[in-house]
């Protein structure tokens, strides 16, 4: 995609006059607020928007100060807004407000209607709605230019500790948008739980996607060195796709369709 998203990327756009100053203490509101406001309007952005297995923009939030999300830090700044997470630690938010601060959480994105309506509320809270506008209609876009017809071929997403994503998902979202069937959504799972390997051995997927594995050794991962696990991968489609673009939602989450679809097509 090209346009808002990347001037939002890539800056060039006068600042607007007055807009609020803002600190971002979580990792999915810092990469909407990155793309739509000025860069001085923000006083911080959280650290976790450095690691590139979580955070799309990572390279661009190296160019801005950081924060480790603690009260301390954003007292200091005076911004005269924080964003934060629904799942952000509830003393520092907590905290923040009875200070004074004016402190907006966010839930996660679960499907495009949330990345839609996430996007213009910040647009809206950092003065900014046109370029809020004009992201959303990226995202429509290229969602517009999937091939989103039904195949019946069934993906299994498979990660750590055997979690799955299951109706009520970003993920998915996304691979419904593709045109996959979700095994999890076959086996009337929802949201973010445990499928056991039995039952993914049971129902032979045609596509496996598993999730990024990070460095160092943990118990986690010992799912995917099971011989029954290794057999699947033997017969289905491995597919690959980085996390970054669906740890938080946002207009980066259509590339991820875009990219089950073409597979979907092979």
């Known amino acids: 995609m090209v346009g808002a998203f990347l001037l ?9 006059q007055s807009a609020p100053k803002v600190a971002s203490i979580n990792v999915c509101t810092d990469q909407l607020a990155m793309l739509l406001a000025d860069k001085e309007q923000l006083t911080s952005i959280s650290y976790l928007s450095l690691d590139h297995k979580t955070s799309y923009l990572f390279e661009k939030a190296a160019t801005y100060p950081l924060n480790h999300g603690r009260a301390e830090e954003i007292f200091l700044q005076k911004p005269d807004l924080v964003l934060a997470g629904s799942f952000t630690a509830r003393a520092t938010v907590d905290l923040l407000r ?20 996430n996007i213009k509320r910040i647009g809206d809270l950092l003065e900014q709605p046109q370029r809020a506008e004009a992201l959303i209609a990226e995202i429509d876009q290229g969602l517009a230019e999937v091939d989103v017809k039904k195949r019946a071929r069934t993906i299994a997403l498979y990660y750590a500790n055997n979690y799955t994503s299951g109706r009520g998902s970003l993920m998915d979202t996304v691979v419904r948008h593709a045109g996959f069937t979700n095994l999890a959504d076959k ?16 129902h ?4 496996l996607l598993m999730g990024e594995r990070y460095e160092g050794a943990a118990l986690a991962y010992q799912n995917y060195e099971h011989p029954a696990l290794q057999a699947i991968k033997k017969q289905a489609v491995s ?4 996390d970054s673009l669906t740890v938080c939602g946002g207009p ?6 875009k990219i089950l679809s073409d597979i979907a097509h092979e």
């Open 252 to 257: 980066f989450t259509v590339e991820a369709v």
């Open 8 to 16: 939002a990327l890539f800056g060039s756009t006068a600042p607007a």
């Open 187 to 202: 086996l009337s799972l929802s949201g973010y739980g445990q499928m056991p390997l039995e039952l993914l051995v049971m």
């Open 98 to 117: 009875r200070l004074g601060f004016q402190v907006e959480e966010f839930r996660p994105a679960s499907t495009f209607d949330d990345i839609r309506a």
């Open 239 to 242: 597919v690959t796709l980085p």
């Open 204 to 207: 032979q997927p045609d596509y």
